[in-house]
């Protein structure tokens, strides 16, 4: 079978991960064009990664680059655009988080993607990520018990770009930029379709870049889901000292603490143990390290590869468009809830231009 051809909407930092993991791991991929705005940009990224062509007009990237899926690793406010040209021309479709800006463009995407018979997925790498899927799988497997608190910290001292600090081009802040990755992470952990029942949010800004940006920098969110689960997503622009990407499960008969970017393993408390040999321990009851499969720590290699399978061989994403959609809607909620201080029952779908505008108002 050919290569499956791809065009890489995006020039900045994420779609440079993203050319990583598809020349390091994608072998059946083949990235055909890049787009960005300015036309020099895209020029340097396609010399830089070997990309034979460069655009810096959208729908033109799209339609004769001769691509069989776009990646959209554009500004928020361009998803909705991008997708629905991919649509129009006949073009697979995955899209970085957050999916888009509104509910309304969501349901369009999703609706135009599927009347075109194409696949889209929402790009949530947390739920690739090897020591995050080492986790779930001992979830999965009870040795935790009955869940009841799940927890994700992504903190850092702000974005690489400009745009994230625009609310028009970004929608909103932190929870836009990071919280949406514990929130898909909280569903994806719960079976991946579990119903949020309400929303409650702290939100803070002003902290490091308030002459930047009016949107928040510091968030803490929490989600009430069916069953009786809870989950807390801390996000920060405003943390010194560097990136941290750390979640925490509790359940009735154990816990455990993952983080991305420190060690090896995962630190697993399970009252009855587990089933999964490890190397010089007599038992997995009590504490152990549980280790996890020696890849890409944020999971990006193996969702690309997970998409391009699944168009070359028809099949459904994992995460969904509507995946991405059920995301914006706890982030509106969330917003809500910081602006009102009050909690948000779900479903919940206002009318606004941009989901911060429900905490600025």
Not at 112 to 129: S, V
Request: glycine letters at 10%; proline letters at 4%.
């Amino acid at each position: 079978m050919d290569k499956t051809k791809v065009a890489i909407l995006g020039a900045g930092f994420i779609a440079d991960i993203h050319l990583e993991s598809y020349h390091r791991c994608v072998p059946e991929a083949e990235v055909v064009a890049v787009f960005t705005r300015n036309a020099e940009k895209a020029a340097t990224f396609a010399r830089k990664h070997r990309i034979p062509r460069s655009f810096s007009d959208l729908e033109a990237a799209i339609t004769e680059s001769g691509c069989d899926v776009v990646d959209v690793c554009l500004p928020n406010f361009l998803h909705h655009r991008a997708v629905m040209a991919a649509a129009k021309a006949g073009k697979h479709a995955i899209v970085e988080k957050p999916l888009c800006l509104t509910l309304e463009e969501a349901d369009a995407m999703i609706a135009a993607m599927r009347a075109a018979g194409r696949k889209l997925m929402y790009a949530e790498e947390l739920c690739f990520a090897p020591k995050y899927e080492r986790v779930r799988a001992l979830a999965n497997a009870g040795a935790f018990g009955r869940l009841y608190l799940l927890k994700q910290a992504e903190k850092h001292s702000g974005p690489h770009s400009d745009w994230f600090y625009d609310i028009d081009q970004a929608g909103g802040g932190v929870i836009m930029d990071m919280g949406c990755h514990g929130l898909a992470w909280f569903r994806w952990m719960l079976g991946g379709r579990p119903k949020a029942l309400r929303v409650s949010a702290h939100l803070q800004t002003g902290l490091l870049h308030g002459k930047r940006t009016r949107g928040e920098e510091n968030s803490t969110v929490l989600v009430e889901f069916e069953g009786g689960c809870v989950g807390i997503a801390e996000n920060s622009w405003a943390k010194p000292g560097g990136m941290q990407d750390r979640a925490e499960v509790y359940g009735t008969g154990g816990v455990c603490f993952a983080d991305l970017f420190q060690g090896n393993s995962a630190l697993t408390y399970s009252e009855k143990g587990y089933d999964y040999a490890m190397e010089k321990a007599g038992s997995t009851q009590g504490w152990t390290f549980t280790m996890f499969e020696e890849a890409f720590n944020q999971g990006y290699p193996q969702e690309l590869k997970h998409f391009i399978d699944c168009v070359r061989h028809d099949r459904s994403p994992v995460v969904s468009g509507e995946d991405g959609r059920a995301v914006l809607e706890i982030i509106y909620a969330a917003y809500a809830s910081a602006g009102t201080g009050r909690k948000v029952d779900l479903p919940f779908a206002p009318k606004v231009t941009r989901p911060i505008d429900l905490w600025l108002a």
